[in-house]
């Protein structure tokens, strides 16, 4: 090394380290950089003496340079010598543009100034980036000016931002720091302050003739003082050297960025004079003897450059004699050349200095004097536009794109802007794309091009810019911050608006950020927006969102007349200002405010209220209105009524409490303020409720769950009694007295009590009587006792008087059902209202004592103090409560002496917060320690507290207290005091719920009073009742037999029903004989009672339910049950099933056949039917087609249980005489699969499955064997053996099935490798052909092998060939050549010198043969090796653990490399499904060697084995002919490196395929593999439960649809969705109804609740459950009314049923339904629909009525159009386009149909009438004059 520089430090391996992971922290975009080609980083200062050294450090390290693009390391170092010229800065490997993730602090700029606003200014970066300069950044002397000004008012005036810079103006900036974005984002700051700027010169490093930016410091009398920035030196600029600029005519200013020329510079640098001549300075080059290098060099300096190197992507260029630098292509000349050794002049752009890169640009406007930087583009601003048909000019891949626009000006798209952002590149798909849509982004006055977009959410976006919305237009956004004065809502990523703090909601919030949470979606109006300054304003007002009215956004839309939404804006004395839309406002004098005289506005009304108003006047000039308020309501007086009709029946609603009276409330339903009445007995279910509830509410308050429950002219009615709103949105409701029918029940309340009965009201105001007969079970003496007015109850229709339109009701509560969990729900409620009323009371009465009781609750403990003790109990103190009473009844201190001053604890059993008293107990048994409850436990309880519907109870030993109703039964009257409930009595109680959230934590128990001992009998219960009580014996007639009952009428005229299984002892039953035709019609019968079914649902009761009046009496007519002293215990059907054994005979009868699942249903007992599958009915496969004809109705026939439980109940019988498996035996099964490398899966009876092979199908093997077997065949088979999971290995040999009468064996069946000779010819099939030779199938456990060149006398390239000529299951005759049967393998031979059949090759293919000797080439290969040891685990854990019995241990370490047939005695579970290809993998380099995936099975196919070796399909190792007793030899070092390599490619190898997305997965554990990697991926759950499916595994699915539901995340909607529609179509195919609607159900709660409606609605119809499907339609229509796809759903299943008129009744609902905005749309769809399902004629009616009224919808008239052309006749179309033509739509329009109108006759017509279209158009044209003409 020459002269070392004294900073010269020798390179250690921890700097050079570094300094490649300072590279690696901050890559300058692209590709990585390798470490090696770091260049070394100098302190500036040292520059001028690093040069030998910098040399020398970069030859050195380039020596070491990795290999890059293929290059040699050679031929690298000679080209370093080559290099002439001395470069300082090596040129990067490949020129890219400036990326923003590659801009550091300190890094210097050239910029142009954008856009200036009053603190900060927008610079235009190269390369399209964007920064920011702060007014703080500008120079020292204006900061100073700026905080002098802060500080005192009065300081001489400053220059703003916008008088110091100006568009177009280049600046020399520096990268001051990068901010983080709000959005992640980075924002770059920059600075022009002089001292970073120029911070790396000195006073004596300037010269003359260099050019610099500074900043004016001060104005002096003979010229400027300019900040240059560097220290110790005064930069004067003279007056005289001002010329005047262009955009500047006034003096400089303090903070005037100008760029200058040093004229000279005196004093070592102390003193510059300046000059700032433009021409001067734009002429003005840096020279070399300026003294410039690396580390001064400063952007915007003009150079001198030649070029040094042309590539693709732009140029180097060395420049100052040294230097390098590089041109991106977007700063060359596009219209230029350039070549290597060029000369130009250059701009210096951009100098990174820690990484010494200098960017150039050769663009004219930097370069070329007198030229100016464009800050707009000539053509106007394009931003946000989308422009069409672009093409790409050039890809630059570390870069982007160059489109160029059809005008032909050119964009730029940057690299990340090719794709969206979160999907991978493939820019060769871009570029191959002939046409491109952009939108462009913006324009880069830097580069002079517009940067553009090609990402599809991009393009996609509705708004870009503030010029694309409008106002009045409808809008959704996220919050994204709530201020002080309203809330900023984000419409896109750089659209922003604020909604004022009056528009947030229709009323003035007090708490906004209760209602709004950041991230929310929010939908608003545009109330104005200002594209030119960026503002936008929105409104929340839901009552301006929603408006339907005419708009007013400029004062021409408001003429006279026209009304419109508008809102306060102002109130003053003499009427209010109401603003509309974009700032349109008017006013609406005090006269015109109401028709009641306002005498002060503000009282009436308040700022930010919408009002509709309609304009008296208006001049649009003067931009002046005045509005009314008054006439809008006068001119819809007439229309007064209709708004009420808004308001639905059944509807939920919310309602504001306007005035109190003593019957009811006054509301006004929100939103529309609809006048309605809220009866005070509507309040609740339970009447003492009302009251209390009438207090709490108060004048303003909102009141939440209502329902409109009638309507007429007058006034609408609501109610919050939670049982008649359940039963208005349950549909148990009559509209109209004609839906009313006998036997309804209808759940109503008590309207009014007369003498003779009670009057019933209904929704719909419907009102029926309940005769005082009807009202109770016992007798009534006065109507009023049983009673109460507003009380709910649940009716039953008795009676119907038609013509009078009148109808009688029963109350009794032996006659109603009440709806299931009734009186749980009822007390709930209650108990909710009550605690909503002491809530409402403390927040009201603001003392705290009120609300200290509203937090108590039944239950607690209290510590109190005996104030009192009296004989009537004690009263109490208490610190917390001071001024409530506390007391204790006389029982509730029993067992406890007290004595005043005590303190005791106490537990609350009722708190009266009107009142301000609490009941409490110290009995010790309710203080004690709670113990806990189980749910459905049984327990005695005792009534503590009565307070009027509710009652406090104790659980006996439990210290737990809970809640009940005093009424079990909402229509329970007591009408004596005997029977009503009172503290003391004890009750039997069960408990639901043991902690119930609803009810504070307290148990939920279901009651009922304690029986005597003595069980009452059904008849005592209710005298006079028609019932019979258990065990009775009566008399009867036969009334009608069936098959598997008779009915009885017995003598009270009730009905009886005697099952099939009752009629005759058991013993005397036949087979085959129907047991109910032994009794006549007609004759007499004695009967026993032994059960009882409702009549409406024949639901089978439990026998012992004491209180039950059976409308139907089971019957027995059993001659040994009839003694009347033998006491026979009732059975229910869970001990029933109980008693059942598996394997059990058992009689039963026949008793429904279901055809779609071909099962039968087999009743054994009343309350016991168990099912009989297809093939557990059948020994015959003819039978199959109709069973049931062998079964008839009501036979009795003897069957076997094969599966019995309770919970879950299944119940399965075979009537084969078989109930389980048995190897050996033949049953029948059904084909589901037939799979080429397998055979045929079998579905078997009792669930199981089997596989047949392919050898075991036929005792004579055929060609093509699985060719006659199809899909749902049912073949009879032998059960060979079974793997303990039910799958089971299976044989159709003749010889299996039928031993005696089956023909000799010409293909023997092969059981193991000793019944093989060695010489012996079999048969077989192809299994697969590899380059290890052809695999035969020998049996189902035993796989021969052919080497290739024992397959074919015939030499040939590639495995390939063989296998196209061997497909699988071919049929081949091959030759024993030898058996190894330690390892149990074969080899064969297809040589037809061995088998003397032909070659397997045909001779057409001209193949050479193979010469003699050819294979004893192979025989020399025998080494052996043992397994590496991950090859070593995975074959053992691989291999099923009875195979290695078969093998010798020492195969274990040593390896004869073909492990390919061993004899399988089991089938494995994958024979389940086919093997793929890749679930085996193998090694690919070195001897090829199969592993074998977890209990693999060999019989699944070995063609389905591949080793990764490319292409090879084999699937044995290594080719070669295996003597048994080979010893190993020892392997070489080099021998076991190579295993090593190959053990860990195979690895690689199966990794990849595991990862291989195309994969179907086989089995379970691929399925748990994958859903690992990709948990909420839907497919991948849908595939696992298709995999279980196919294997009939229904619950497996089911779970596995469970489990994906837990899995997916909840942000994934769509992907639930699918898990949910799936689980539908499962429960569907596969489930009971009943199943079917709790999926049903659930999915509604966690989905959106509209598509699962619509899927399941899909699921039905295709399905053909149309009455289902139509059920649920109707559904929807109510729940979804405002939803027009519902209605179009709807109808297109009604038309498609063929349901027309239904359809156009649809269509009139669904226009009253929808907003009539949406008229239009639904009756032109319905007119589609008509074409497409219905009636065609009807279509075009409803198409022609819609046109008439909207001749203008031309998107109408070109669908009705289409529509005729393909339903109706040739003459009707004509007819359609001559009207067409002729409406008064635009020209443009009207030649687009003239156009399809002459498509139309070229293609249907004839030369006449293509000409008469021709003529209609020229006189069309003629007609429209030079307009049309143009």
Same mark, same amino acid.
């Given at each position: ?28 975009? &692209? ?14 200062? #040292? ?163 260099? =050019? ?50 040093? #004229? ?79 000369? =130009? ?27 100016? =930087? ?71 006055? $830097? ?252 004048? /303003? ?30 549909? $148990? ?87 299931? /969990? ?17 809530? $409402? ?301 598996? &394997? ?32 557990? $009915? ?205 390892? #149990? ?446």
């Amino acid at each position: 090394m020459k002269g070392r520089s004294p900073f010269y430090f020798p390179q250690t391996p921890e700097t050079t380290s570094s300094m490649a992971s300072v590279e690696e922290d901050f890559p300058r975009g &692209g590709t990585s950089r390798k470490p090696t080609e770091s260049k070394i980083v100098v302190q500036r200062t #040292e520059v001028d003496n690093l040069f030998q050294s910098n040399e020398q450090t970069e030859t050195k390290k380039r020596k070491g340079a990795s290999k890059e693009d293929g290059t040699k390391l050679k031929k690298q170092k000679t080209v370093d010598k080559k290099e002439d010229g001395l470069t300082l800065n090596a040129a990067a490997k490949c020129v890219e543009i400036l990326h923003i993730k590659n801009v550091k602090e300190g890094m210097l700029m050239l910029g142009c100034v954008k856009e200036v606003t009053d603190f900060e200014v927008t610079v235009s970066l190269p390369c399209g980036l964007q920064g920011f300069l702060s007014i703080k950044n500008i120079c020292d002397s204006y900061a100073k000016l700026l905080s002098e000004q802060l500080d005192s008012p009065d300081t001489e005036e400053i220059c703003s931002l916008q008088h110091l810079f100006h568009p177009g103006m280049v600046l020399r900036c520096v990268v001051d720091r990068l901010d983080i974005a709000k959005g992640g984002s980075l924002s770059i700051q920059l600075s022009i302050n002089p001292k970073t700027v120029n911070k790396s010169l000195s006073s004596s490093t300037l010269k003359a003739g260099m =050019v610099l930016s500074g900043c004016v410091e001060s104005s002096e009398d003979h010229g400027c003082i300019v900040d240059v920035g560097v220290s110790g030196t005064k930069a004067f600029l003279p007056k005289s050297a001002i010329t005047v600029k262009p955009n500047n005519p006034e003096e400089l200013k303090v903070g005037q960025y100008v760029t200058c020329l040093v #004229e000279a510079v005196k004093n070592d640098g102390r003193v510059v004079h300046l000059s700032v001549d433009p021409a001067a300075v734009a002429q003005t080059c840096a020279q070399t003897n300026q003294g410039w290098n690396l580390t001064n060099i400063l952007p915007g300096l003009l150079v001198k450059a030649a070029v040094k190197k042309v590539t693709k992507h732009g140029m180097f260029l060395d420049f100052l004699s040294s230097f390098s630098g590089q041109v991106d292509f977007l700063h060359t000349e596009q219209t230029s050349s350039y070549s290597e050794g060029d000369q =130009v002049r250059a701009c210096v752009l951009y100098v990174e200095p820690s990484t010494r890169l200098v960017g150039l640009s050769l663009r004219s406007y930097l370069v070329q004097p007198g030229t100016s =930087v464009d800050s707009t583009p000539a053509d106007g601003d394009r931003t946000g536009e989308v422009v069409k048909g672009c093409s790409m000019t050039a890809l630059h891949h570390m870069s982007g794109a160059v489109l160029e626009m059809p005008d032909k000006t050119l964009a730029f798209v940057h690299r990340n802007h090719l794709k969206e952002s979160n999907e991978p590149s493939n820019e060769n798909r871009v570029l191959a794309m002939s046409e491109h849509t952009c939108r462009i982004l913006n324009f880069s006055p $830097m580069d002079q091009i517009h940067f553009v977009s090609l990402r599809k959410s991009v393009i996609d976006k509705p708004f870009y810019r503030y010029q694309d919305l409008q106002a009045g237009q409808i809008v959704e956004g996220k919050v994204s911050v709530l201020l002080s004065h309203g809330m900023v809502v984000h419409l896109s990523d750089h659209i922003k608006g604020l909604v004022p703090r009056t528009h947030l909601s229709d009323i003035i919030l007090k708490n906004p950020e209760k209602k709004y949470t950041e991230g929310m979606k929010v939908k608003c109006r545009v109330l104005s927006v200002d594209a030119q300054n960026k503002k936008l304003y929105l409104t929340r007002k839901k009552a301006l969102i929603d408006s339907s009215l005419r708009l007013f956004l400029s004062y021409s839309d408001a003429r006279p007349g026209r009304v419109s939404h508008g809102y306060i804006v102002c109130i003053k004395d003499f009427g209010c200002i109401v603003r509309f839309y974009n700032n349109v406002k008017g006013l609406v004098p005090l006269s015109e405010l109401s028709s009641e005289p306002v005498v002060s506005p503000e009282d009436v009304f308040y700022v930010g209220q919408v009002l509709k108003a309609k304009v008296l006047q208006c001049d649009s000039d003067k931009a002046k209105m005045v509005l009314s308020f008054k006439a809008v309501s006068e001119g819809e007086t007439e229309e007064a009524a209709k708004p009420a009709l808004d308001c639905e029946v059944g509807k939920r609603l919310e309602a504001k409490l306007l005035k109190k009276s003593v019957n009811g409330l006054e509301v006004a339903i929100l939103p529309e303020e609809i006048r309605a009445v809220l009866p005070t007995m509507h309040l609740s279910d339970h009447v003492s409720n009302c009251p209390a509830l009438w207090e709490s509410l108060q004048e /303003g308050d909102v009141i939440s769950n209502l329902i409109c429950f009638n309507k007429n002219k007058q006034n609408i009615s609501v109610t919050k009694k939670p049982t008649v709103r359940w039963s208005l949105e349950e549909g $148990m409701v009559a509209k109209d007295f004609s839906e009313i029918t006998v036997g309804r029940q209808l759940i109503g309340w008590i309207k009014n009590i007369m003498s003779y009965g009670v009057f019933v009201e209904f929704p719909y105001g419907l009102v029926g009587l309940a005769p005082k007969s009807a009202m109770t079970d016992k007798f009534l003496s006065d109507t009023t006792a049983a009673f109460q007015l507003g009380q709910t109850v649940v009716a039953k229709v008795t009676n119907l008087d038609e013509e009078k339109r009148r109808f009688l009701v029963t109350l009794k509560v032996s006659e109603v059902i009440s709806p299931a /969990g009734d009186a749980q729900t009822r007390l709930i409620n209650g108990l909710q209202e009550r605690k909503a009323v002491n809530e $409402m009371l403390a927040v009201r009465d603001s003392s705290e004592l009120r609300q200290q009781l509203a937090a108590l609750s039944a239950g607690q403990k209290l510590k109190l103090t005996v104030d009192a003790v009296k004989d009537s109990g004690a009263t109490f103190k208490s610190d917390d409560l001071s001024s409530a009473t506390i007391q204790a009844t006389k029982y509730h201190v029993m067992g406890v002496n007290l004595t005043e001053g005590q303190k005791v604890t106490a537990v609350v059993l009722h708190v009266d917060i009107m009142s301000t008293c609490v009941h409490v107990s110290i009995i010790s048994k309710l203080v004690a320690k709670k113990k806990s409850l189980t749910e459905g436990s049984n327990h005695t309880a005792m009534i503590q507290y009565i307070d009027k519907d509710f009652a406090v109870i104790s659980l006996d030993d439990t210290a737990q207290l809970t809640m009940i109703q005093t009424s079990s039964h909402l229509n329970e009257v007591l009408l004596s005091e005997s029977h009503k409930l009172k503290a003391g009595m004890t009750l039997t109680i069960e408990v639901i719920e043991p902690s119930c959230e609803e009810m504070q934590g307290l148990p939920l128990v279901a009651w009922q009073r304690s029986a005597p001992k003595r069980q009452r009998t059904t008849s005592e219960n209710q005298s006079g009742s028609k019932g019979h009580c258990f065990g009775e014996i009566l008399q009867g007639k036969v009334r009608t037999v069936k098959p598997t009952c008779i009915q009885v009428t017995l003598e009270d005229g009730s009905t009886g029903s005697v099952h099939v299984s009752e009629v005759m002892e058991a013993a005397d039953v036949c087979m085959k004989s129907f047991p109910t035709s032994s009794v006549k019609v007609g004759s007499v019968v004695t009967a026993r009672v032994i059960g009882g079914r409702e009549a409406s649902s024949h639901r089978f009761l439990p026998f012992s339910h004491p209180k039950f009046t059976y409308n139907i009496c089971e019957l027995t007519l059993i001659p040994s049950k009839m003694d009347a002293s033998v006491d026979f215990k009732p059975v229910t059907a869970k001990e029933k099933l109980n008693s059942l054994k598996v &394997g059990e005979e058992i009689t039963g009868f026949v008793s429904k056949f279901h055809p779609d699942r071909k099962s039968l249903d087999i009743t054994t007992d009343p309350c016991v039917t168990g099912t009989v599958e297809l093939l557990a $009915m059948i020994t015959d496969p003819k039978d199959a087609g109709h069973p049931e004809k062998l079964y008839k109705l009501g036979q009795a026939v003897r069957v076997k249980v094969v599966e019995v439980s309770v919970k879950p109940h299944r119940f399965v019988l075979s009537l084969t005489g078989v109930y389980k498996l048995e190897e050996g035996s033949t049953t029948l099964g059904t084909v589901t699969k037939i799979l080429p490398q397998v055979g045929l899966h079998v579905k078997l009876p009792f669930g199981g499955v089997g596989t047949v092979s392919v050898t075991d199908l036929a005792d004579a093997y055929k060609p093509n064997p699985l060719d006659t077997y199809s899909k749902d065949q049912l073949v009879r088979c032998s059960l060979l053996g079974n793997n303990n999971n039910n799958k089971w290995q299976l044989s159709l040999r003749p010889s299996r099935l039928n031993p005696q009468q089956a023909k000799p064996v010409k293909d023997l069946e092969v059981e193991s490798v000793a019944q093989l000779k060695v010489g012996q010819m079999i048969r077989g099939y192809v299994k697969s052909v590899g380059e290890q030779g052809v695999f035969i199938r020998l049996s189902r456990s035993i796989t021969g092998r052919a080497q290739l060149q024992k397959s074919t006398k015939y030499l040939f390239g590639k495995h390939k060939v063989l296998s196209e000529h061997l497909p699988p299951n071919m049929l081949l005759t091959t030759k024993i050549l030898s058996i190894n049967r330690e390892e #149990e393998l074969v080899d064969l031979s297809l040589l037809p010198a061995d088998t003397g059949k032909p070659d397997v090759l045909p001779e057409s293919l001209g193949l050479p043969l193979r010469p003699a000797g050819e294979e004893k080439k192979h025989d020399t290969k025998k080494k052996k090796r043992p397994l590496s040891d991950s090859e070593q685990k995975q074959a053992e854990s691989q291999i099923p653990k009875k195979k290695k019995k078969t093998r010798k241990s020492k195969t274990d370490d040593s390896d004869s490399g073909v492990e390919v047939y061993f004899r399988e005695e089991e089938e494995e579970k994958e024979d389940e499904e086919p093997h793929s290809a890749k679930q085996v993998s193998s090694s690919s380099a070195g001897p090829s060697r199969l592993q074998v995936a977890a209990g693999f099975s060999w019989d699944v196919g070995l063609s389905s084995l591949k080793p990764a070796s490319a292409a090879q399909e084999g699937d044995s190792s290594d080719g070669e002919d295996h003597d048994g007793g080979t010893k190993p030899q020892k392997k070489s070092r080099h021998e076991l490196e190579q295993e090593k390599k190959v053990a860990e490619k195979a690895l690689v190898q199966r990794e990849a395929e595991l990862m291989d997305p195309s994969l179907r997965p086989e089995d379970a554990a691929a399925f748990e593999r994958l859903l690992l990697a990709s948990p909420n991926s839907s497919l991948l759950w849908l595939q696992f439960m298709a995999h279980h499916l196919q294997a009939t595994q229904i619950e497996q699915a089911r779970a596995v649809a469970e489990r994906a539901l837990k899995t997916i995340s909840f942000r994934e909607e769509q992907e639930k969705l699918n898990v949910w529609v799936a689980l539908l179509n499962l429960e569907n195919m596969y489930g009971t109804e009943e199943s079917l609607k709790k999926v049903f159900e659930r999915a509604v709660q966690f989905c959106e609740p509209m598509p699962v409606y619509q899927q399941l609605a899909d699921i039905y119809a295709k399905s053909d459950k149309t009455k289902e499907a139509e059920g649920l339609y109707k559904m929807m229509v109510k729940r979804f009314r405002q939803n027009k796809a519902v209605w179009l759903s709807y109808g297109t299943f009604l038309l498609q049923q063929g349901q027309s008129d239904a359809a156009s009744g649809l269509l009139q609902r669904a226009l009253k339904s929808l907003p009539p905005k949406e008229s239009v749309d639904v009756i032109a769809k319905f007119a589609q629909l008509e074409f497409r399902y219905g009636d065609a004629e009807k279509g075009r009616s409803m198409f022609d009525k819609v046109l008439t009224s909207y001749p203008k919808r031309t998107d109408l008239w070109s669908v009705f159009i289409d529509l005729l052309v393909k339903h109706g006749a040739q003459k009707d179309v004509r007819a359609l386009f001559d009207r067409v033509i002729h409406l008064s739509v635009s020209v443009k329009k009207i030649k687009f149909f003239f156009k399809r109108y002459l498509e139309y006759e070229k293609k249907h017509g004839t030369p006449q009438s293509i000409q008469s279209v021709k003529e209609k158009a020229v006189e069309f044209v003629e007609a429209k004059g030079t307009e049309a003409a143009n």
